[in-house]
């Protein structure tokens, strides 16, 4: 099983910049996190105006962002291990602040095995299932989302700061049109990317 892919995506330096710009200046609810929580899902997908390069290079794959949520860590606890139970079994993550260094960790467990959460957020996923972590449970694969990269969110995966890691650190968790999950596999040599 592939369980996430760095994709090439041109301009992220500007996704970067730009997505800090929007959440500085009209969600620093999500920035400051104004609330306890760490999954914050933007209904109003308000953020794709301000940073066009999202889309942009959606479009080279044949995608159209239809979710946006954004990750907010201050600490290994917000990222427990948890099915994020989504419609589809990836996403596509991109890191905004803070995550040179950070792993996200996919582990054996089912949804069987968890119980479900409610995001205080209101996550239009729904919920999110939280795995207990037992002596049976094993680590399956990890990746630092220092580029670009196809997730298996409804594989269960928790994200981990190592000590002392500056906070918060922050991504972007974006659902498209299509379910990306052929892009774990995909052939995209051809692909015109800088
Ligand atoms: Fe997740």
Redesign the pocket.
């Known amino acids: 099983m592939i369980y996430y892919r760095k994709i090439p995506w041109d301009n992220l330096p500007a996704i970067q910049e730009k997505t800090i710009a929007y959440l500085t200046t009209k969600r620093p609810d999500i920035l400051n996190r104004a609330v306890d929580a760490s999954?914050w899902t933007m209904h109003d997908r308000e953020i794709l105006k301000w940073v066009p390069e999202i889309n942009a290079g959606a479009a080279k794959y044949g995608l159209v962002c239809d979710y946006t949520a954004a990750?907010v860590m201050h600490r290994n606890g917000d990222?427990p291990l948890?099915?994020?139970n989504f419609k589809f079994d990836t996403r596509i993550n991109f890191p905004i602040l803070n995550c040179v260094g950070t792993r996200t960790q996919f582990y054996t467990g089912t949804t069987e095995d968890g119980v479900r959460h409610y995001s205080p957020m209101g996550s239009t996923a729904g919920t999110?299932v939280k795995i207990p972590k037992t002596a049976s449970t094993v680590l399956l694969d990890e990746v630092e989302v220092d580029c670009v990269t196809v997730?298996r969110?409804n594989t269960a995966?928790s994200?981990w700061m190592p000590p002392n890691a500056p906070k918060p650190r922050i991504t972007l968790?974006l659902g498209f049109d299509k379910d990306p999950t052929f892009l774990l596999d995909a052939d995209l040599s051809s692909l015109n990317t800088v």
């Open positions: 999954y990750f990222g948890h099915i994020d999110t997730l969110v995966h994200i968790t």
